[in-house]
């Protein structure tokens, strides 16, 4: 349930992993199609964030033009007896499951049934302070009710069944952490408290609520609860490691633990789907949708990046909607662009690791700068520009007079001097274009083993290049 926050991946041939078996591709039926070129981009960086990270495998869903546009799986699912992963394998999602529980508070306001303002007393009396805290505050972590899963591994206690009760009898009725809406700290017991309240107003479990109200109208057909039991024998086993150490299967939490902040199981091909209701906005009402992604803003005017189950960011120059996930044995990453109608899943099978994160962040950027037909020109023109600075040498054609001054003989000593060294990038894509003094700018993220940066051009209606630069990636 925790949320996979490292943000690397790193590029290298997939045909060299490919010879030593550690990349599987499978294509799956889509409704939409990316160019061949695209393809093999992402398959090189599932390849390369694999064998970087050592994750076993990722099974990665792209969706562009709100359809689902790219469906691949990589590594072993399995490693005795090795398996590959397939897209139909459902993996679990972590915390990614809350946005679904946010969902169902919604629908449930929708039916008249609730309020994000109520009380969570109205429901659920017996907890600290209930009369003070909001729906609201619960499904956006500003409640002030302390977490009580903030590990990254599975304790003793956690290997024995419990109930959700049993959860909030411990940690909701500790005092608060903070007064409710003066601070944000992200606490899976919110979505415990969110959960028995969807129960107890709709009548139904959960899982039963959520497969009549969401699953079922969205066609997603193979999720799983893996509250109630672990994934079966078709699925990909969960790993983890010691430090450094070899892979070894990860422990299974006990029943009753997931509850609600982290339950779910699906493919990265359901998730998908979920992803292009959102775009679509095509299960809840508009006004439920402001609700779910509409930044929550504490009572002294700080801003949270959060909306209801979900980060809402700036991404790449973008609006996003994302969130990660982590339960023991799996991570996951699950990245919206409504207004671009792009969304990136990326599901792997090993926790405490960064290749969900660091995969689905490497390919968004290439979705995103797609649409513009001059982005592999001016990419191929950037590379070109950056490699001949590494040598102290540019095409001054290529730039104004201003640009040119710029780059006088000390400057290409210190862009010599210090990119130089550096060697190839492993990895130079556009993350960032936008407009700014007439001009239009185009960020770049350079990629070496060690550090990673950004170069930026400014580019006159001309073509010319008013600017290059580089610098630290933040």
């Known amino acids: 349930m925790h949320r996979a926050t490292l943000r690397t991946a790193f590029r290298l041939t ?22 061949p070129e695209m393809q093999h ?35 072993n699912a399995r490693l005795d007896p090795q398996t590959a992963a397939t897209p139909p394998m459902r993996y679990s999602i972590g915390s ?16 008249g049934k609730l309020s994000l303002d109520d ?19 619960i499904l956006s972590h500003t409640s002030g009710y302390q977490d009580y899963w903030p590990q990254d591994y599975v304790m003793p206690g956690m290997l024995q069944p419990t109930t959700a009760r049993k959860i909030l009898d411990v940690w909701a009725r500790k005092p608060l952490d ?22 107890k107003v709709s009548g ?41 150490g070899p892979l070894r299967p990860a422990p299974k939490e006990g029943t009753g633990w997931l509850f609600a902040a982290g339950e779910l199981a699906m493919p990265a091909e359901d998730l998908a789907r979920w992803d292009i209701s959102i775009i679509n906005q095509s299960l809840l009402k508009p006004a439920s949708y402001r609700d779910f992604a509409t930044e929550v803003v504490l009572t002294d005017g700080l801003g949270t990046r959060y909306g209801l189950g979900v980060d809402v960011r700036l991404e790449f120059g973008h609006r996003a909607l994302e969130h990660s996930g982590e339960v023991s044995g799996f991570t996951s990453e699950n990245d919206v662009y409504p207004d671009d109608r792009v969304a990136v899943v990326v599901l792997t099978n090993e926790d405490a690791a960064e290749a969900a994160g660091a995969i689905a962040k490497s390919i968004a950027p290439l979705l995103l700068a797609s649409d513009d037909p001059a982005t592999p020109e001016k990419l191929a023109q950037a590379q070109k520009i950056f490699a001949g600075l590494q040598h102290g040498t540019i095409d001054r054609s290529l730039f104004t007079a201003n640009a040119n001054f710029y780059f006088s003989e000390q400057a290409l000593q210190d862009f010599s001097g210090s990119l130089g060294p550096l060697g190839a990038p492993q990895e130079f ?24 940066l950004q170069a930026w051009t400014y580019e006159m209606p001309d073509g010319k290049l008013e600017q290059f630069q580089v610098a630290p990636a933040d």
């Not at 990614?96 to 929708?110: G, M, P, R």
């Not at 007064?179 to 919110?190: A, L, V």
């Not at 003094?437 to 060690?450: E, H, I, P, Q, W």
Request: charged letters at 20%; aromatic letters at 8%; proline letters at 3%.
């Open 178 to 199: 903070f007064e409710p809406g003066t601070k944000w700290q992200y606490s899976n017991t919110n979505y415990v408290i969110a959960g028995l309240i969807v129960e």
């Open 41 to 75: 981009n992402i398959d090189d960086i599932a390849a390369a964030a694999l064998a970087k990270t050592g994750v076993p495998s990722a099974s990665v869903a792209v969706v562009k033009d709100g359809q689902i546009a790219y469906l691949h799986a990589y590594g």
């Open 96 to 111: 990614v499951s809350k946005q679904f529980t946010a969902a169902s508070i919604l629908l449930l306001q929708e039916q």
């Open 119 to 137: 009380k969570v007393g109205k429901f659920l009396p017996d907890l600290t302070r209930a009369n003070d805290v909001t729906i609201r505050e």
């Open 14 to 35: 997939i045909l060299l992993l490919a010879c030593f078996g550690v990349v599987t591709r499978t294509n799956a039926q889509t409704q939409a199609t990316l160019s």
């Open 204 to 244: 139904q479990p959960l899982l039963q609520f959520l497969q009549q109200h969401i699953f079922a109208p969205l066609d997603m057909k193979t999720v799983a609860d893996t509250d109630q039991a672990k994934l079966g024998d078709t699925d990909p086993t969960g790993y983890m490691r010691y430090a450094l």
């Open 429 to 452: 894509v556009q993350i960032r274009q936008a407009l700014r003094g007439g001009m239009t700018l185009r960020v770049y993220s350079v990629k070496f083993a060690k550090i990673e």
